[in-house]
């Protein structure tokens, strides 16, 4: 019941087999990464990945860390 705290949507994803992802696309003030999550179709990751290609692209976040990694 604790680990639905924290994340209650991503066991939905992992049972039916649909693509999800999570992208960093925000900052907090404390430097740490706020995420969205994408959900494909089944068997459509593909979609996915061009999407998350994408978001890199106009907003990048390869080189950006939480504080204290």
Do not use: H, K, M, N
């Given at each position: 019941a604790k680990m639905?705290?924290?994340?209650?949507?991503?066991?939905l994803f992992n049972v039916t087999g649909?693509?999800?992802m999570?992208?960093?696309l925000h900052w907090n003030a404390a430097g740490l990464?706020?995420?969205?999550?994408?959900v494909g179709r089944l068997g459509e990751?593909?979609?996915?990945i061009r999407l998350a290609?994408?978001?890199?692209?106009?907003?990048?976040?390869f080189?950006?860390?939480?504080p204290g990694f």
């Open positions: 639905f705290e924290y994340i209650p949507f991503t066991p649909q693509p999800a999570s992208v960093p990464p706020i995420g969205l999550q994408f990751d593909a979609t996915l290609a994408q978001l890199e692209r106009g907003r990048p976040w080189d950006r860390r939480p």
